[in-house]
């Protein structure tokens, strides 16, 4: 009898491809794009790909099933109180600090050059010279040293920025200048030109930038959020902005996603909403990683990137 | 007698508050934002500091003059053919390439990210949540591999791109993968996903990139020019975008400058203009660069940065 995997993704198609092309142990793989797809399989499957989004309200029925590997890093979905905690839970990891730091620096860069005026100059055919700023020399501070926040700070050496980093207890990046952890995020944002935060939804992260730490910026301060939109204190961000007491934001995450049509932050100016696109789940990134942990499920060992559903990552 | 030094420049003040701090050999230093302020100095004034296109109009009546430095680094205003050449021409290097690779990866981040379709979109309140791509495993084709082209070369290679070059004969730079020369640039624009140029205006320069070039890029591919507009055959770029043979342009220099406003590459979709601002002249980059020949020319020592009026760089 082999092994029993679904696939529960919107690009279960493109999965299927990049798997039956790799080096897996003998399986039965069952292909689904939706719940109608994947009716067939839930009461046999033992491993699961899937996005979040799509597997849970299907949690309850798959009664075989001991291990789930999440298509996304962020697993809130299935991390909250109430839901089922009995079988392995692992995500993706490791392949999003790419994007993620292109989304960072790339929205930087057109901060500092003025991109947004001169794009607009261009729709009315005006010549606008007006004098770039540069990245070299800038502080940039990090909320969140993990995979994701080691790659942007890496790259940010590149530019030959400042990097600071703000953690629990980690101080294992070599290309974080300085770390601060406890109370002294506010420290911190006090000399930062630029404060990212690529953090997961926890309770521990839950309105992390509040008033305090928006306060503590400089006015010329932006700040970037490619984490969760729960870090951030959106009411005390609205004001911070309204207030012109930082220079703006650039949001790819929000309280409530998609972002309501009526919320203030859409049309503040100097505020950039990116439509949570910072790092999106390129199978080609994924199908790798879980054919890994798939040889590594059937030779009895440890799986990588494993949630520990209390901490919630 | 003290050596006679005029600052002919926009951002004089700047210039003379910066050198009045920097060691520098006994001068009687003269500071001009306009050609009235200059007026009483260019007969005694031997050494120069200036914008070239400040400075041109005043050359033949510096009867003094032995040195003039420019602040720019396209010095064609100053070389053109007639001009008196009885002088040691400098001009600005070294400090543009930090400035230009900002640019150059910056917007081919948000043409790979589709950040002005998004910025559209969120004028409209409208979540717009389109897969972005991603400069990752990337070719870039760099045309002209000088101190700016390395520095973006260098770069390039932190966010993982692979590298090309198309140069006279130098292949000096590490960060170039590989090097093209003479009649094989439309052989290296075949296989760049992105094409950046940074060449001085020159006669070799002069339409370079033509419509054989601008053929051979594939349909997919992204032109960048931040170094002098005469490389493009501008006709031919508006043909290519207009057919949508190549997906768009980013474009900091033009032939004529400002870009006059019936030009069509103003509103072809997915080009962008930047109204000469890749790298400007800050004073910060500039001054010790000036301070630094000045302690060279009192010496007797070779000037660094100097221009072949007949090469015109």
Redesign the interface.
Known sequence: MSLEVLILSTRAADYARLLTAAPLPPLALHVAASHTEAEPWLATCEVVLADPPLVRPLLDRMTALRWLQSTYAGVETLTAPGLRRDYQLTNARGVFG??M???V???L??H??R??Q??L??RE?R??????G???GKTLGLIGVGSIGAEIA??AH???LRVLGYTRASEGCPHVDRYFHGDALAEMAAVCDYLAASLPNTDASRHLIDRAVLAALPAHALLINVGRGGTVDEDALVEALQAGRIAGAVLDVFQT???P?DHPL??LPNV???????A?SFPEDIAPLFAENLQRYVAGQELRYRIDFERGY
Chains 1, 2 share one sequence.
């Open positions: 790419e994007m730091a292109e989304y620096l790339g929205y860069i057109m500092e050059r991109g947004w001169r794009f100059a261009q055919r010549w606008e010279p007006a004098w770039p540069r990245l070299r890496r790259v590149c530019f030959g996603e998609p972002l049509p859409w049309t950039i909403i990116t439509s949570h696109t910072a999106l």
